[in-house]
T-cell receptor, first 113, second 117 residues
Framework: QQQVKQSPQSLIVQKGGISIINCAYE??????FPWYQQFPGKGPALLIA?????SEKKEGRFTISFNKSAKQFSLHIMDSQPGDSATYFC????????????FGTGTKLQVIP | DGGITQSPKYLFRKEGQNVTLSCEQN?????MYWYRQDPGQGLRLIYY???????QKGDIAEGYSVSREKKESFPLTVTSAQKNPTAFYLC????????????????FGSGTQLSVL
């Protein structure tokens, strides 16, 4: 099974700054790249997702950038807020049919006032 | 409200004991999953089920067992063979993956924290 490598492991950003989390994948069969957000003591929830037929997708302050040739995708959080403090996971589906996915190891984001 | 309910929120296991974690969904999803979360290791798939009365092992199935007798329910048993069971366990569900539809996501429960006494 191919892995998804996520970095950094932790990130501290000042309020109003830009948070950037990166993921790299190996399996070129991956065709869907979601990001999940998890608050302490809760289950993850889908934040934003992208397909490789586009290079960027933006939803509010959250943007996914996708570089197919480099096999990398990243999450950018613009104007980061303390409420964004959470753990973020990138993921990629392992096979079609159902959502069996492989997750990155997570990035713990702390936004300080 | 539609969603996934996991219980209990906290569970303690004595050595040699089997414990069962409950997962119920009312989203009418066909597929259900169990993940284990350890600090710094992300989410690892234990078992998944695509249809009632059928399930497959994930990446770390040893020491765990599941059943899928009803579409809504997918309980996980942590057996005494699992020597390091302390972790946060997450249940999830999803619909059939369809490129054009909005089923492209996992819905997670709020998790069960299992600890060893």
């Amino acid at each position: 099974q191919q892995q998804v490598k996520q970095s950094p492991q932790s990130l501290i950003v000042q309020k109003g700054g830009i948070s950037i989390i990166n993921c790299a994948y190996e399996n070129t069969a991956f065709d869907y790249f979601p990001w999940y957000q998890q608050f302490p003591g809760k289950g993850p929830a889908l934040l934003i997702a992208i397909r490789p037929d586009v290079s960027e997708k933006k939803e509010g302050r959250f943007t996914i950038s996708f570089n197919k040739s480099a096999k990398q995708f990243s999450l950018h959080i613009m104007d980061s807020q303390p409420g964004d403090s959470a753990t973020y996971f990138c993921a990629a589906p392992v096979s079609g049919g159902y959502q069996k996915v492989t997750f990155g190891t997570g990035t713990k984001l702390q936004v300080i006032p | 409200d539609g969603g996934i309910t996991q219980s209990p929120k906290y569970l303690f296991r004595k050595e040699g004991q089997n414990v069962t974690l409950s997962c119920e969904q009312n989203l009418n999803h066909d597929a259900m999953y169990w993940y284990r979360q350890d600090p710094g290791q992300g989410l690892r798939l234990i078992y998944y089920s695509q249809i009632v009365n059928d399930f497959q092992k994930g990446d770390i199935a040893e020491g765990y067992s599941v059943s899928r007798e009803k579409k809504e329910s997918f309980p996980l048993t942590v057996t005494s063979a699992q020597k390091n069971p302390t972790a946060f366990y997450l249940c999830a569900s999803s619909g059939l993956r369809d490129y054009q539809a909005t089923n492209e996501k996992l819905f997670f429960g709020s998790g069960t924290q299992l600890s060893v006494l």
